[in-house]
């Protein structure tokens, strides 16, 4: 066997599917390809999950608790994100199905300050997996999220941050300043957590109004952390 083939070989042992691979999938139903996400083999399980999103996003709501328990127990890196992508078609309906698994699956979460800021001039993408799904879905769940701000759940706030920032940056209309005063409301009110205060900033470089500029200069001229004062340097930065 050569590298490539070997390759490619353990790519599919992970999930990772080919367009070929879903011929003989496109014409089950509902129910078929939802057995099939049990499938012993990967990539029909990849398979199942990717013919879901395509072929029933408008009902998706009615699927997520099942792909939500899917997620929970995959272990296959490209299974995994091929469920995430149908998740991803969903609606508001979906959205709030998913605020539950939020911090749920793996461990790859700040819950501590990093060592230095972000050097991205883009928006960094979310690390909890399912808060990266709520951040590429449509901007009409931004009401859903921000329901999670008022919830008093910390660790679901810190993560779903990066979702309500992720939304803004990329959708100029999800920027609206209602949310950024939702935004600034959160930070002062959990001054006391270092990853909120430090996630809010950046979630502010998304919302490009005077006041949340304000915010972040004084949170320049006036903490005493230096991490979070090099963060709130480049969230001006990066406004648009």
Not at 22 to 32: D, M, T, V
Not at 124 to 147: G, N, Q, T, W
Not at 175 to 191: F, G, L, N, S, W
Request: aromatic residues 6%.
């Amino acid at each position: 066997m050569n590298r490539l083939s070997s390759d490619l070989e353990a790519l599919r042992g992970r999930g990772y599917l080919e367009n070929y691979d879903l011929g003989e999938f496109q014409e089950l139903n509902r129910a078929e390809l939802i057995k099939l996400l049990q499938d012993k083999v990967p990539v029909r399980r990849s398979a199942a999950a990717k013919v879901l999103g395509l072929k029933y996003s408008e009902g998706m709501d009615e699927i997520a608790d099942i792909l939500l328990e899917q997620l929970c127990k995959e272990k296959k890196l490209y299974t995994r994100l091929e469920i995430c992508a149908a998740l991803e078609r969903g609606n508001t309906l979906t959205a709030r199905k998913m605020i539950p698994y939020i911090g749920r699956i793996g461990d790859n979460r700040h819950s501590v300050l990093p060592d230095r800021p972000s050097l991205k001039s883009s928006y960094p993408l979310p690390r909890d997996l399912v808060v990266r799904s709520l951040a590429r879905m449509k901007r009409e769940i931004m009401p859903v999220l921000m329901e999670v701000l008022d919830s008093g759940d910390r660790d679901r706030i810190r993560e779903v941050l990066d979702a309500i920032g992720f939304l803004a940056f990329y959708h100029r209309e999800a920027a609206a300043a209602e949310y950024m005063d939702k935004v600034i409301e959160t930070v002062e009110r959990h001054r006391e957590d270092e990853v909120i205060t430090w996630k809010g900033i950046i979630c502010l470089s998304a919302f490009p109004y005077a006041k949340s500029r304000e915010f972040l200069k004084d949170m320049c001229e006036n903490n005493k952390n230096k991490l979070l004062v090099q963060e709130a340097e480049r969230a001006l930065r990066v406004m648009r």
